[in-house]
């Protein structure tokens, strides 16, 4: 059986691409396809694989400036030869999941959330102003072309990430999807036994829907220590304006990483995500979460009281108040949080069970769904 795995794009390391990691892992055979590759912007996982890319790749600037590409991205998808191939796995949050399968083959969409430029995301990548009137054209040729490549036709099966990407597949494309969540590394990450220090952590990515402005003034308001890791591009308008409290680290190594989840009090969580491997990695050092309430929070995190060990706090609302308030609210009960039942949690989104339950989606693929 020929597989070929199809991504979206490789520009850097983020949470799909640890998924692609594991799919690659998992058929060291296949054959990779992507839009377009950054040579060395990728684990040497993924890099020492042959990748075969589009015609998107000999674009100048292109692994920089992506998005001013995007009309073309369908056409770049269609372009893709894949021809000879029985299986064919996308691993899509664009148009990975729209390229043309060979007659008799079967496709599998592994689909981390619907394109979140034209759907769900509009607001915060587009904005409401001139550029959200001038662009909204090509959103909605967008939408009508991502509906139309998602039918039974082109997609056999898609298995989603998280509830509320399985939801968001039923709104947009009207498909059922099986909810198989992305594998995370806890093996490398463990609670280190001590007692926490006296700061909260913010892993931040800088863009729109992350909200880490919205953290960074709760905690202007509450005082507390807050450590911020990562970068992106709008980190450095943000550190400008940050409270003398908030402590910026930038990009850190994956063991600084796992420390700084160890020592911290928990975890600050604005954004709405679609699945969220950040919130699992700060369990898996058995650290709460202080989270949104929404996306991938919801099948990631356990409030207080429910049925089950808790494993963080959710909040209702994207702003500095309510996040205040949740701070408060978790440390009036911070006693209630047993590192070892949160790393217990944790523990069931290693790549096991990832492993297991992608593989039996795959196998009970047909071509009539």
């Not at 890099?47 to 600037?61: A, Q």
């Not at 959330?113 to 409401?128: E, H, I, K, N, Q």
């Not at 450590?227 to 550190?239: E, H, I």
């Not at 990009?251 to 911290?264: F, P, T």
Request: glycine share 10%.
């Amino acid at each position: 059986m020929r597989v070929a795995v199809v991504h979206d794009w490789l520009t850097g390391m983020r949470g799909g691409e640890r998924v692609l990691e594991e799919l690659i892992g998992l058929f060291p055979d296949a054959d990779l396809f992507t839009l377009f590759h950054v040579p060395g912007a990728v684990s040497a996982r993924i890099e020492e694989r042959p990748i075969r890319t589009s015609f998107l790749d000999g674009l100048p600037g292109i692994g920089r400036h992506y998005r001013l590409w995007l009309p073309l991205y369908p056409l770049a998808a269609s372009r893709l030869d894949l021809t000879g191939y029985d299986r064919v796995i996308s691993c899509s949050h664009a148009v990975a999941k729209s390229v043309r399968v060979p007659a008799g083959a079967l496709h599998l969409s592994y689909c981390l959330t619907p394109m979140r430029y034209v759907w769900d995301g509009r607001d915060a990548y587009l904005g409401r102003g001139l550029f959200r009137l001038l662009s909204a054209p090509l959103a909605a040729a967008l939408r009508r072309y991502d509906r139309a490549t998602s039918g039974p036709d082109r997609v056999h099966r898609f298995v989603a990430i998280s509830e509320a990407v399985a939801g968001r597949i039923d709104a947009c494309y009207s498909r059922r999807a099986a909810v198989v969540h992305p594998p995370v590394d806890v093996d490398r990450i463990r609670p280190d036994g001590r007692e926490p220090d006296d700061f909260y952590l913010l892993v931040g990515g800088f863009v729109p829907y992350k909200k880490e402005a919205i953290a960074l003034e709760a905690f202007r308001r509450n005082g507390r220590r807050l450590v911020v890791v990562g970068d992106g591009p709008g980190r450095r308008r943000l550190q400008s304006r940050a409270p003398a409290n908030a402590e910026f680290r930038g990009r850190v190594s994956d063991a600084e990483l796992a420390g700084l989840y160890a020592r911290c009090r928990a975890l600050v969580y604005p954004q709405e995500e679609d699945f969220g491997l950040v919130a699992v990695e700060a369990q898996a050092a058995g650290r709460p979460v202080i989270a949104y309430g929404r996306g991938g929070a919801r099948d990631t995190v356990r409030p207080l009281d429910g049925p089950a060990s808790a494993t963080g706090m959710l909040f209702d609302s994207q702003d500095p108040d309510t996040l205040a308030q949740a701070v408060e609210g978790f440390e009036k009960r911070e006693h209630d949080f047993d590192p070892r039942a949160i790393r217990s949690w944790a523990e069931g989104f290693g790549p096991d069970r990832f492993r297991r339950e992608f593989l039996e989606q795959l196998e009970g693929l047909r071509p009539s769904e």
